[in-house]
């Protein structure tokens, strides 16, 4: 069996009872840092020492068939360096090929800094995406936020304090300066700190300088309001239903709260065009 486990994101004290006792019981543990994994589990008080496979993002496609082959015959515990192995960090090619395999996985739940951020941004939490470490390279930004210009759910990424203030600035000249959002450092640490406000001072905020690792939250684009010729093909099917014109038209503007004379004369523009 292969069994994720999620780490702490910086308090110590985060770490779950459920992981020690794994971490007591390990056999192999395959690591994202070794030294970083053997570090944690001094500083747990675990006396165990189990085997250790190094399984980060340069060598994990060559480390699956051993993985893999381990897992048959007892447990492999999986851990990255902070928080939970998949998420932006190794371990997701391992769990396809696992799948595949017909090989077991399970999960220790843990510390998430993606939930942590989202969770005290004041932003919506109902539904959002979360979109991994943002791009390095200033056109891939952009081109990144362009295709979530119009991304209703509250996003979530990931970025470097070296360049968050110029993620902030390019994000506020894409999305709008106005738009709310939070950045959060340090979360669970000592300096743990969560800033928030619109786009635009947030970037004139970081501009200063932000030390330790960060997580942006963005809200989404507002939803576009509802226009008559969204609806046109909802009025031609209930026509082909056999309803009238005038009172598939009525139903349907209610339905979606557009003007009714509007979507009427729509309707009839697409019927003569046909």
Known sequence: MIILAGTPIGNLSDASPRLIEAFEQAQVIAAEDTRNTLHLLSSLGVSN?????????????????ELLQLARTGDVLVVSDAGMPTVSDPGYQLVAAARDADVEVQAIPGPSAVLTALAVSGLPTDRFSF???????PNERTRLWRALVDETRTMVFFDSPLRVAESLASMAEVFGVERPASLSRELTKRFEQTKRGALGELAEWA???????????????????????????AVLALVDQGARLKDASAQVAQQFGVSRRALYELVLQRRAAR
């Open 49 to 65: 020492r189990p085997r250790m496979v190094s399984m980060h993002e340069y060598n994990e496609r060559e480390r699956i068939d």
């Open 131 to 137: 979109e991994g470490f943002v791009p390095r390279r």
């Open 207 to 233: 501009a200063e300088g932000v030390r330790g690792e960060v997580v942006v939250v963005v809200g989404g684009a507002p939803a576009r309001a509802a226009e008559p010729e969204d609806h046109v093909d």
